[in-house]
T-cell receptor, first 114, second 112 residues
Framework: NAGVMQNPRHLVRRRGQEARLRCSPM?????VYWYRQLPEEGLKFMVY????????ESGMPKERFSAEFPKEGPSILRIQQVVRGDSAAYFC????????????FGDGTRLSIL | SQQGEEDPQALSIQEGENATMNCSYK?????LQWYRQNSGRGLVHLIL?????REKHSGRLRVTLDTSKKSSSLLITASRAADTASYFC????????????FGAGTILRVKS
């Protein structure tokens, strides 16, 4: 397994429930980015994390969304009290050092809100 | 318009023809990257061109960068049906974190 792994691939939630999206970066990568993609649009940056630290969360909605990247285990994007507008594809990307290395993407989690 | 705008929005060509996609951006950049996305899948990194480079090749791909015009182009030569996908440019702006700013993409369809 050399790539970025995201799970689940598809997630269905009812309005008001919580959604947890997981991302395991490529081996040796300690920088993780989350992006959201609406249908027929490009990806929009949400948050950038390094191990145990949030570096840039300027793209995260102010409420209901949170992200973490613990010392051990995958990065988690958590959406509380989901609404229909949260339906989208959520992609995780990772990169190694130095900072000019390309980001490598997972296959995404497609979140559908009923 | 936002950083990293591609044109055309959609392109349909015959197998064997060349495909050219363009990207414009607004701010200073560290580098510009092109990605491909097949339907329902994640993004595959194609090529990265740094701000001090003008042209880069990788197989059938050729990327140019004109920082004075803040634009880039992706040329796919001798296209194949398997090249059918969406193509995105993404800029890595001059700020900490290297978050990528994507355009809306070009949908390429190669007919066999």
């Amino acid at each position: 397994n050399a790539g970025v792994m995201q799970n689940p691939r598809h997630l269905v939630r009812r309005r008001g429930q919580e959604a947890r999206l997981r991302c395991s970066p490529m081996k040796g990568h300690s920088h993780v980015y989350w992006y959201r993609q609406l249908p027929e649009e490009g990806l929009k940056f949400m948050v950038y994390l390094q191990k145990e630290n949030i570096i840039d969360e300027s793209g995260m909605p102010k409420e209901r969304f949170s992200a973490e990247f613990p010392k051990e285990g995958p990065s988690i994007l958590r959406i509380q009290q989901v609404v229909r507008g949260d339906s989208a594809a959520y992609f995780c990307a990772s990169r190694g050092a130095p900072s000019n290395q390309p980001q490598h993407f997972g296959d995404g989690t497609r979140l559908s809100i009923l | 318009s936002q950083q990293g705008e591609e044109d055309p929005q959609a392109l349909s060509i015959q197998e064997g023809e060349n495909a050219t996609m363009n990207c414009s951006y607004k701010t200073s950049i560290n580098n510009l990257q092109w990605y491909r996305q097949n339907s329902g899948r994640g993004l595959v990194h194609l090529i990265l061109i740094r701000s001090n480079e003008r042209e880069k090749h990788s197989g059938r791909l050729r990327v140019t960068l004109d920082t004075s015009k803040k634009s880039s182009s992706l040329l796919i030569t001798a296209s194949r049906a398997a090249d059918t996908a969406s193509y995105f440019c993404a800029t890595d702006a001059m700020e900490y974190g290297n978050k990528l700013v994507f355009g809306a993409g070009t949908i390429l369809r190669v007919k066999s």
